[in-house]
């Protein structure tokens, strides 16, 4: 479990909604607390929520004299998650409009959001890996941490009744997640180790809506059979586009002292994903377009959301180091 799950899941337990309860605590990097628009605590309390809501899903638990009123009441929320995945559709819709669905052709669109996508070559990452202090370093982590959905458990609820050549690569994948059998080898435990090291303890309270909003959006991709082949686009847009960033934070990582263990979940990734991104383009996104066409336009659009959610984390983050371009367009929440 992600330490946002284990925080959720403590608040599940204690009834705790902090947002709803009084307002939103953003620590930042120069010791100072901002000005948070009504609009950010608006997002940041239905993140909180459905981030809540989410871990209660997927927690194991035991059966309860009141499940019938349960399932009743989790039934409006996930409603309230369908309508933020559609509204994120609907932002991305655009450019999904001409798709093409031959598996060769779309395998080289899907290849080309590694330059053209979304958040692509953010400013941020150069920042990050050059000029970013440690007190700017740790925020960043703690925001990528506190939105962190963990990638081994979304490619298992993902990978469920698809066909078998899908499946057999995504167990590949999932066993490299798990540290191939080995517990001091698992992705998950890599990312706590940093953590440990640089003393944070993420939590949703101290998480930017817009990292939680990530995170929700993957789960419900995997988490609902509705949206299993958007969430095969967007696992495998994680793929493709990561290296490049996560090189960026380990170097600034190396450069701020940070030890070779801490950043070892980092460097890693920085080489293992571009395998596991050609392995996943081969193995699971040609062959279900070969057989079925219609799966296109869903793999497309589950790539784009979640690249432009990514996109719109990175703008939040440079937002809060003071590093919005001029002129700029800010993002906006629903009103």
Known sequence: MTARHEHYAASVAEGANFADAGGMHTPTPLGFRPTIPASDLREHAFHSRLGRFQAKRLLPSLPAPDWIESVRSDSDTSIEEGLFVEGERRMIADRTADVPESPDAFV???????????????????????????????????????????????????????????????????????????????HGGMLTALLDELALHPSAETTVWESLALSNLMVALAGNRRYAYHAVGALGVVELTAPDRVASVN?????????????????????????????????????????????????????????????????????????????????????
């Open 251 to 335: 170097e600034g990582l190396k450069r701020l002292g940070l030890s070779k263990r801490a950043r070892m979940y980092f460097q890693l990734h920085a080489a293992v994903d571009i395998q596991h991104s050609k392995a996943w383009n081969r193995e699971v996104i040609a062959p279900m377009i070969e057989s079925n066409a219609s799966a296109a336009q869903a793999i497309a659009e589950g790539a784009l959301m979640r690249l432009a959610s990514g996109a719109r984390c990175f703008q939040r983050y440079r937002r809060q180091f003071n590093r919005v371009a001029p002129g700029e367009i800010p993002f906006r929440p629903r009103s």
């Open 108 to 186: 080289r669109w899907f290849e080309s959001l590694r330059e053209s996508g979304p958040g692509q070559h953010d400013a941020l990452f150069p920042w990050l890996s050059a000029d970013a202090g440690l007190s700017e370093m740790k925020w960043f982590v703690g925001q990528e941490a506190g939105g962190e959905a963990g990638f081994d458990d979304l490619v298992a609820l993902t990978q469920v009744r698809l066909p078998t050549r899908a499946k057999i690569e995504m167990a590949r994948n999932y066993w490299d997640e798990m540290g191939r059998g080995n517990e001091r080898g698992m």
